[in-house]
């Protein structure tokens, strides 16, 4: 039995149905079964990450889990997956993360390597996916490319290689199923370094008609993101673009490595996330 949590999100779907697709008996932790809309054959489980009373029933039974971890959810994680005598666990973590600092460099980073610890600290065989820049982080302009033609947000030059939530789900079905993971840390990213602003083109060439990256000030997508976002990730979404503009993101052969075929570009993740953009 393998647990997924995270199993309505973008990549936590993408295990459930790759799992299924081999046979594999899963099951979904979720807030609300009756509104998750899971595939056929999952088995879903009412729990929360965040409330560590609500592990033990999903976890009785479980072999091995896809983790999609909440800030500070780690220790009592651990600590219910080995009661219930759970194997193995891949975490989806975050490139962010360095194993050299005293310090992480942002609270994204921190939370992350804190439930890395908590899971080497533990009798478990652990695998984490350090995914860099996903390319569902574009999902927030749909909003504008639905209402025309311009995407307005700061940094046009910001680089990054997205990297397609199929894969980052492939990679993960590869560790929970296959021997040869335990104890790895792999790095994540899509095939290739874009800027913001050619992201951008690529989903207007999608959609078949051309989009245009107006680049907003700092200050003014600042006040405008603060509406609906926090000032921990704000700071260091913001941090990182301008850092990332004229350099050239790193870029992984990871993908290519574990699942035998090459990582899928942006603009085939842009195909097929067309409707979402129109």
């Known amino acids: 039995m393998f647990l997924v949590t995270g199993a309505t999100g973008n990549v936590g779907r993408n295990v459930v149905e790759r799992l299924l697709d081999r046979g594999e008996k899963v099951r979904a932790l979720v807030r609300d079964p009756r509104r998750a809309n899971l595939p056929a054959g999952v088995e879903p489980v009412e729990g929360d990450l965040s409330r560590p009373d609500t592990l033990a029933a999903a976890l009785d ?3 091995a889990v ?3 971890a909440v800030p500070g959810s780690g220790p009592a994680f651990v600590e219910a997956a080995q009661r219930a005598g759970v194997e193995r666990v891949v975490l ?10 005293a310090e992480q460099a942002n609270p994204i980073a921190a939370y992350h390597a804190e439930i890395e610890q908590a899971l080497r600290a ?3 065989n652990w695998t984490f996916l350090r995914s860099a820049h996903m390319a569902t982080n574009a999902l927030p302009w749909a909003g504008q490319t639905r209402a025309g033609d311009v995407v307005r947000a700061p940094y046009a030059g910001a680089t990054s290689a997205p990297i397609h939530e199929a894969d980052l789900a492939e990679v993960a079905v590869v560790a929970l199923t296959e021997d040869g993971h335990a104890g790895q840390v792999y790095a994540l990213s899509g095939p290739q370094s874009l800027t913001a602003a ?5 989903i207007g060439q999608a959609l078949g008609r051309p989009l245009v990256y107006q680049e907003l000030t700092p200050e003014v997508a600042r006040e405008q993101m603060s509406r609906f976002m926090p000032p921990f990730v704000l700071d260091t979404l913001f941090e990182q673009w301008e850092q990332s503009v004229g350099r050239p993101a790193q870029v992984y052969d990871t993908v290519q490595r574990l699942t035998g075929r090459p990582a899928r570009t942006f603009a085939q993740w842009a195909l097929d996330r067309a409707a979402d953009f129109s």
């Open 122 to 124: 533990a009798d478990l």
């Open 61 to 63: 039974g479980v072999t």
């Open 198 to 202: 050619e992201q951008v083109t690529l």
């Open 66 to 68: 896809f983790l999609f």
């Open 92 to 101: 989806l973590s975050s490139n962010g993360v360095d194993d050299t600092a």
